[in-house]
């Protein structure tokens, strides 16, 4: 069974500042994948960033950054410079990736969620 | 294009109704999604679909009908809904491969009150 913890309800940050949104997961699969969804108040998910559980180094997408620390099992994001428009609903999720016999792969499991507000 | 289209964004039905949620995409995926988001709340899965056909139904009540004619389009037919229902559908897709765990596209939603 996969698990995603996200232990931050809330998140305050000003405008033109960095902000460190943090994911702890669990899983018994021996390879995964680790992603950022971004959920603004229209409700569309968007897609933003994207690590493999064997990647050597973390991800970058512009101004998204994944640490991931394979052995604390943790996949933070981190928003540099951070816009007004960054204010929205932040999901952390993982899916095992496909093997064969497997039929797990389709799910993804999504942590509880981060409301992130960026102030001017 | 990384698009994933729904209608209608709106959907107001009462309980005897019978509508029909539309998700549609042009990337080539093979596998396709629907979830149900209530409010503050992650999405929770539906069903999965790969290479049209069901792979995945989460225990889903039979009131809620999937279907996917071919490989771009997905439905999902409601029927009979409780007003516990009501929520933000959302349709996805992906490539489903075994070479990775592939993203998720998500589609804008559907807004669904059943009264």
């Known amino acids: 069974a996969q698990k995603i913890t996200q232990t931050q309800p809330g998140m305050f940050v000003q405008e033109k500042e960095a902000v460190t949104l943090d994911c702890t997961y669990d899983?018994?699969?021996?390879?995964?994948?680790l992603f950022w969804y971004k959920q603004p108040s229209s409700g569309e998910m968007i897609f933003l960033i994207y690590?493999?559980?064997?990647?050597?180094q973390n991800a970058t997408e512009g101004r998204y950054s994944l640490n991931f620390q394979k052995a604390r099992k943790s996949a933070n994001l981190v928003i540099s410079a951070s816009q007004l428009g960054d204010s929205a609903m932040y999901f952390c999720a993982m899916r095992a990736e496909p093997h064969a016999g497997g039929t797990s792969y389709g799910k993804l499991t999504f942590g509880q969620g981060t409301i992130l507000t960026v102030h001017p | 294009d990384t698009e994933v289209t729904q209608t209608p964004k709106h959907l107001v039905m009462g309980m005897t109704n019978k509508k029909s949620l539309k998700c549609e995409q042009h990337m080539g995926h093979r596998a396709m999604y629907w979830y149900k988001q209530k409010a503050k709340k992650p999405p929770e899965l539906m069903f999965v679909?790969?290479?049209?056909?069901?792979?995945i139904n989460e225990s889903v009540p039979s009131r809620f009908s999937p279907e996917c004619p071919n490989s771009s389009l997905l439905n999902l037919h409601l029927h009979a809904l409780q007003p516990e229902d009501s929520a933000l559908y959302l349709c996805a897709s992906s490539q489903d491969s075994s070479g990775r765990a592939y993203e998720q596209y998500f589609g804008p939603g559907t807004r669904l009150t059943v009264t």
């Open positions: 690590q493999g559980s064997y990647d050597q």
């Open positions: 899983t018994s699969d021996p390879s995964y994948g």
């Open positions: 679909y790969s290479y049209e056909k069901l792979s």
